[in-house]
């Protein structure tokens, strides 16, 4: 049974236009052009309640506080993540978008929908920035978790806020290509004052329409043309064994009644502490980009989360202890995303 529209003169006209260019029949024209607006309209949330518990999933981390101790090293504008090992396009190029003064449930209601189309299997991480610290994690539902209840956490935060955080959420969901979130939140009402939607992915060519169909879950509809971008990446390796200071290690359970195995760590920033590290961060970065104009070293921003996440490449039972050691340091900086503060990723390397 077919349904019986009242179809517009002027659309029907715009068909048949299409139809003949294309030497299609009118039937034809109709379904391939509502195929094509069906492929970037929202689709039907999953379930209300499906990020109302935290992730507790085998390398899930969240939320947890990064502090920034030092007064000189504070800057809303230079926000960190430690995505353990991103993959980054050869030849890079942007999409993005952008909305005024969102609902939070705006928000989660689209990451629902969004997860029903991606495969989440590859690396993520989210940060909520602010002055004196971080809540910082791993999972979209952590991070969502983590967004629902920003505003009690600024209430009861313990280190100094600013009228203005910020919050990131990238997702590598194929290799080479990323979903990420960067939202402007009011510090003493946890609304949000702007939202930014942004795609990063190998080119050229692109097809963008999956990324119209991704951002259309969030109730956009316009989405600007690909931009190349250049993502700034360096790597060290440390010519002696540099000491992991542990803050805390991360687990996930054990099968039945085993117990848990260590599957990663927090630990102070070696970048931060170790002046071996920070010379060869510094000496490594004006090596590369020193030329760029406007450049600016980002060791001060790279040094000044106190603490860092390593996601270890070999698990053990929590209750063995390891000396651990760093293989290599990396940073990627993600700013040309969304062309907003500055946003360095920082991925350690560590083994036992």
């Given at each position: 049974m077919r349904p019986n529209v009242d179809i517009p003169w002027s659309v029907h006209g715009q068909i048949k236009e299409y139809a003949q260019s294309e030497e299609k029949t009118i039937e034809e024209a109709y379904i391939e052009t509502l195929k094509e607006g069906l492929g970037v309209m929202p689709t039907p949330v999953q379930s209300e309640n499906q990020f109302i518990e935290p992730s507790m999933g085998s390398y899930s981390l969240g939320p947890r506080v990064f502090p920034v101790s030092s007064e000189e090293a504070r800057d809303i504008n230079?926000?960190?993540?430690?995505m353990h090992q991103p993959s980054i396009p050869y030849q890079s190029v942007s999409f993005k978008t952008y909305s005024p003064r969102v609902t939070v449930n705006r928000i989660v209601e689209g990451l629902s929908r969004v997860s029903s189309i991606l495969d989440r299997g590859h690396d993520d991480w989210f940060t909520f920035h602010q002055l004196g610290g971080s809540w910082v994690g791993t999972d979209m539902e952590n991070f969502v978790h983590c967004l629902q209840t920003l505003e009690g956490r600024l209430e009861e935060a313990t280190f100094d806020t600013y009228k203005t955080g910020f919050g990131v959420y990238l997702l590598e969901f194929r290799e080479n290509e990323y979903l990420a979130l960067h939202l402007e939140i009011d510090a003493y009402s946890g609304e949000v004052e702007s939202f930014t939607l942004g795609f990063l992915t190998n080119?050229?060519?692109?097809?963008?329409?999956?990324?119209?169909?991704?951002?259309?879950?969030f109730g956009l509809s316009e989405l600007q043309h690909g931009r190349d971008k250049e993502i700034e990446t360096f790597t060290i390796t440390p010519e002696e064994e540099i000491p992991v200071n542990v803050v805390e290690t991360?687990?996930?359970?054990?099968?039945?009644?085993?117990?848990?195995?260590?599957?990663?760590?927090?630990?102070?920033?070696?970048?931060?502490?170790?002046?071996?590290?920070?010379?060869?961060?510094?000496?490594?970065?004006?090596?590369?980009?020193?030329?760029?104009?406007?450049?600016r070293n980002p060791y001060a921003q790279l040094a000044s989360y106190d603490h860092a996440y390593v996601r270890l490449k070999s698990h053990h039972p929590?209750?063995?202890?390891?000396?651990?050691?760093?293989?290599?340091?990396?940073a990627q900086n993600f700013t040309p995303v969304f062309d907003r503060q500055d946003i360095w990723n920082i991925s350690i390397s560590a083994d036992w």
């Open positions: 230079d926000i960190c993540t430690f080119g050229h060519p692109v097809d963008g329409r999956l990324y119209r169909k991704l951002a259309a879950q991360t687990v996930k359970e054990g099968r039945s009644n085993d117990e848990p195995w260590v599957t990663g760590l927090i630990i102070e920033n070696p970048i931060q502490s170790h002046d071996g590290v920070r010379e060869a961060v510094l000496s490594r970065a004006d090596d590369k980009f020193r030329n760029r104009p406007e450049y929590q209750s063995e202890d390891r000396e651990y050691y760093i293989n290599t340091i990396g």
